[in-house]
């Protein structure tokens, strides 16, 4: 039988902090308690998907223009030992969530990646991102 990787991250979604002043929580607090929202996160993803629709056109412009692969990328020993074999290397841009497989020495990301672009999140070991840590824009 041959190996299973896992090419989904365990977790759907990044964590993020924010600080928000007393008022504006006040107010968030207050409409979470009128029954508007469940709670602080429900509401706090309400805003941010409101603003990503408003300025969705602008964005998918970006998108193109930049030539961004969106989505999940993800990438294995294999393919990028193949990458090296064919004597090739890779620009990655990604606006989602890119991540190298566990199993990739940080030798190989370093001579089969050329540039890192993640507009998102990047999961790889902690080798391979001290290995790329130049190359990340």
Known sequence: MGQVHELRPKADSEKITIN???????????L????FYSNRTDFIRTAIRNQLERHREASERSVV???LDLGI???TRE???AVRAAGETLDIRVL???TIA???PAELARATIASLTVLGAFHA?????????ERIA
């Open 73 to 75: 990328s993800h990438f």
């Open 96 to 98: 989602g969530l890119a």
């Open 20 to 30: 928000l002043g007393y008022v504006d929580l006040g107010h968030v607090d207050l």
């Open 32 to 35: 979470v308690r009128d029954g």
């Open 79 to 81: 393919r990028l030992e």
């Open 102 to 104: 566990p199993d990739v």
């Open 65 to 67: 223009r930049k030539q």
């Open 125 to 133: 070991s902690p080798a391979v991102k001290a290995a790329l840590a």
